[in-house]
């Protein structure tokens, strides 16, 4: 394995990461990164560069930042984004994983890009449920300001530093792990 396949692989999983976040933030990002020479993508991707792709991924980005911000209606786009994530997730991990057999780069984009942006995703919009249902919704927008502000930040580190983005990747999934560890209900041992 290369140095550059390596890095593609770190890019994709931290995109694929900010994808949990916000669907359409790291597509943005990337698309940005391609249209702008900073970042090349695989050879059937290269529209994900192209000024239309750009446009339309920067307007679903501003929607769904600004859907996020209205309490309930975060709820219903939580629902929406679950599934996409994983589609999302999958599509940049594939678009930028370089020099390897399609069918391990197609394995390694299910598995590490869809499985990592639905597993941050679905933590997430159980947080969210969680915050509506204690502060009917007063809380959520603190909770978006602060899974945008993640999104941004992974995406940024996945393009211009992708070994940095793999570290904050494990982080992250670590913290989601030990919270979930916190609030899951504890099984009882049954007499035998």
């Not at 769904?64 to 975060?74: A, K, L, N």
């Not at 996409?84 to 390694?108: E, H, I, R, Y």
């Not at 947080?127 to 603190?142: H, Y």
């Not at 580190?157 to 209900?185: C, D, M, N, Q």
């Given at each position: 394995m290369t140095p550059d396949t390596i890095i593609?692989?770190?890019?994709?999983?931290?995109?694929?990461?900010?994808?949990?976040?916000r669907v359409f933030l790291p597509l943005f990002a990337l698309s940005f990164a391609a249209y702008l020479g900073v970042w090349e993508l695989n050879?059937?991707?290269?529209?994900?560069?192209?000024?239309p792709a750009l446009i339309v991924f920067g307007v679903a980005t501003l929607v769904e930042i600004f859907g996020y911000f209205i309490p309930w209606v975060d709820n219903a786009l939580d629902s929406l984004a679950i599934p996409l994530a994983g589609v999302a997730g999958t599509a940049v991990m594939v678009s930028t994983v370089v020099d390897l057999d399609p069918v391990v780069t197609w394995s390694l984009a299910i598995i590490a890009?869809?499985?990592?942006?639905?597993?941050?995703?679905?933590?997430?919009?159980?947080?969210?449920?969680?915050?509506?249902?204690?502060?009917?919704?007063?809380a959520n927008?603190?909770?978006?300001?602060?899974?945008?502000g993640t999104a941004?930040?992974?995406?940024?580190?996945?393009?211009?530093a992708p070994p940095i983005a793999a570290i904050?990747?494990?982080?992250?999934?670590?913290i989601i792990f030990r919270i979930y560890r916190?609030?899951?209900?504890?099984?009882k041992k049954k007499p035998q």
């Amino acid at each position: 394995m290369t140095p550059d396949t390596i890095i593609s692989i770190f890019l994709g999983v931290g995109l694929a990461a900010s994808v949990g976040f916000r669907v359409f933030l790291p597509l943005f990002a990337l698309s940005f990164a391609a249209y702008l020479g900073v970042w090349e993508l695989n050879e059937s991707w290269q529209w994900i560069g192209g000024l239309p792709a750009l446009i339309v991924f920067g307007v679903a980005t501003l929607v769904e930042i600004f859907g996020y911000f209205i309490p309930w209606v975060d709820n219903a786009l939580d629902s929406l984004a679950i599934p996409l994530a994983g589609v999302a997730g999958t599509a940049v991990m594939v678009s930028t994983v370089v020099d390897l057999d399609p069918v391990v780069t197609w394995s390694l984009a299910i598995i590490a890009g869809g499985g990592t942006a639905t597993a941050i995703k679905g933590a997430n919009a159980t947080g969210r449920l969680a915050s509506s249902s204690t502060t009917g919704g007063l809380a959520n927008p603190v909770v978006s300001t602060i899974e945008t502000g993640t999104a941004v930040a992974v995406s940024t580190a996945s393009i211009l530093a992708p070994p940095i983005a793999a570290i904050l990747v494990i982080i992250i999934l670590i913290i989601i792990f030990r919270i979930y560890r916190k609030i899951r209900p504890r099984q009882k041992k049954k007499p035998q």
